[in-house]
């Protein structure tokens, strides 16, 4: 009867820790390779800017918002796992981590299905049939897929490309002209309205967009 050597258990800790570190691996080779196709969908929304094409510019920067907020999203979701798991008291929220993985393994995946190469980039700002069904295709699945905060702040982004564009906006001069103080009222009024002409923009933005999915059944 011979000894056998003593096997390390391994507990369900170590595995979440261990799927965590995979996962934390992972997003950070999709983060780089995201990060180019972001940089070349700036460049499409400004050269269809500079066309006059402000629905495809539009489509080009929700669609990157779309990929850098599924990155932030899935990176402090796992600096929030990492904090949990690390907890003495990890039992009682073993099935609070697990879920978080689960799901955390799901976004993984939207964010892989979002790394198609930058030649669907290019397809944002195509005039042919194949390029106008990808673009309907993009803009169903953003459709409330981001917040109103996210679409502000895409709104904000194509009024600065804009600016560029048109030569409005100063090489290196990014700081905003200092207005002539005005009592809150109005400023909170400037605010509400600012709203509606930004959700306006988007109405205008899906009803462009309607009507090039029914130009070929038109022609």
């Known amino acids: 009867m011979g000894n056998t050597p003593s096997t390390h258990k391994i507990s369900a800790q170590d595995r979440a820790i261990l799927d965590m570190k995979i996962q934390r691996d992972k997003l950070h080779q999709y983060q780089n390779r995201i990060t180019i196709i972001t940089t070349r969908e700036t ?11 402000k629905s495809k510019a539009l489509l080009a920067l929700r669609r990157k918002k779309y990929q850098e907020s599924l990155l932030a999203k899935t990176d402090a979701q796992l600096e929030t796992l990492e904090k949990l798991t690390s907890s003495v008291e990890f039992a009682l929220v073993q099935k609070d981590v697990v879920f978080g993985l689960q799901r955390g393994t799901m976004v993984l995946k939207q964010i892989r299905a979002e790394m198609g190469g930058v030649e669907n980039v290019e397809k944002l700002m195509g005039e042919n049939e194949e390029a106008r069904a990808y673009q309907r295709e993009i803009s169903e699945m953003l459709a409330g ?75």
């Open 43 to 53: 460049a499409v929304a400004k050269e269809c800017l500079s066309r006059g094409d």
């Open 145 to 219: 897929q981001m917040s109103n905060e996210d679409e502000d702040e895409v709104e904000d982004e194509l009024d600065a490309l804009e600016k560029q564009v048109s030569g409005r906006l100063a090489v290196g001069d990014e700081t905003t002209p200092s207005l002539p103080e005005a009592p809150k009222s109005e400023i909170e009024d400037e605010r509400v309205q600012e709203k509606v002409r930004k959700a306006r923009a988007r109405v205008r933005a899906v009803e462009q967009g309607t009507a090039q999915a029914q130009e070929p059944m038109m022609a």
